[in-house]
T-cell receptor
Framework: DTGVSQNPRHKITKRGQNVTFRCDPI?????LYWYRQTLGQGPEFLTY????????KSRLLSDRFSAERPKGSFSTLEIQRTEQGDSAMYLC???????????????FGPGTRLTVL | AQTVTQSQPEMSVQEAETVTLSCTYD???????LFWYKQPPSRQMILVIR??????QNATENRFSVNFQKAAKSFSLKISDSQLGDAAMYFC????????????????FGKGTHLIIQP
């Protein structure tokens, strides 16, 4: 395992379509994070999982956004009824560590670039 | 909510020279972590250096060092002996203490500084 992987790397869709992105974390990492990065901005935290539990989802941008990590391994981020404003890079990161424990570095994937036409 | 501000959209430095990137942040918390991440063009973000707020000693990693001023809420990154491979976007980021709960694990990023290395 050489790092966090994300698929697809690029996605072009038409407004109103649903899209799903996949993230495969580093295999021994139990925490997984999703961020959105728009042009000229730093990444914006969306949600995170510890194993299969989604511990924070209030930062998801709207109810069109949802994320899952059903078996505590890979995760998917779905955007329903896409809008042009959803065009961005979607980044995934993973880390080891337990709740309340010491910090462990977040390792980022290469991202999925979404273009909504 | 915490905020991170990077006031330098772009910096340029001659190869082998030293450059300092600025970062300020706003928080009411006393325990937190600060980071500098590097994002090369079309490549994934990597951690450059981190600082725990409870540590008074500034972190260093080879040619990279920070100047952490907790009272001033300032966290600058110094890159010594700049190399062509240092060219990238640099992001300053904040993370709450693990005991803060909720979304504390998520990083809050600044807008970034584009670092250009002149050969």
């Amino acid at each position: 395992d050489t790092g966090v992987s994300q698929n697809p790397r690029h996605k072009i869709t038409k407004r109103g379509q649903n899209v799903t992105f996949r993230c495969d974390p580093i295999s021994e990492h139990n925490r997984l994070y999703w961020y959105r990065q728009t042009l000229g901005q730093g990444p914006e935290f969306l949600t995170y999982f510890q194993n299969e539990a989604q511990l924070e989802k209030s930062r998801l941008l709207s109810d069109r956004f949802s994320a899952e990590r059903p078996k505590g391994s890979f995760s998917t981020l779905e955007i329903q009824r896409t809008e042009q404003g959803d065009s961005a890079m979607y980044l995934c990161a993973s880390s080891s560590g337990t709740s309340g424990g010491i910090y462990n570095e977040q390792f980022f994937g290469p991202g999925t670039r979404l273009t909504v036409l | 909510a915490q905020t991170v501000t990077q006031s330098q959209p772009e910096m340029s430095v001659q190869e082998a020279e030293t450059v300092t990137l600025s970062c300020t942040y706003d928080t009411s918390e006393s325990d937190y972590y600060l980071f500098w991440y590097k994002q090369p063009p079309s490549r994934q973000m990597i951690l450059v250096i981190r600082q725990e707020a409870y540590k008074q000693q500034n972190a260093t990693e080879n040619r990279f060092s920070v100047n952490f001023q907790k009272a001033a809420k300032s966290f600058s990154l110094k890159i010594s002996d700049s190399q062509l491979g240092d060219a990238a976007m640099y992001f300053c980021a904040y993370r709450s203490s693990p005991w803060a709960g909720g979304g504390a694990d998520g990083l809050t990023f600044g807008k970034g500084t584009h670092l250009i290395i002149q050969p």
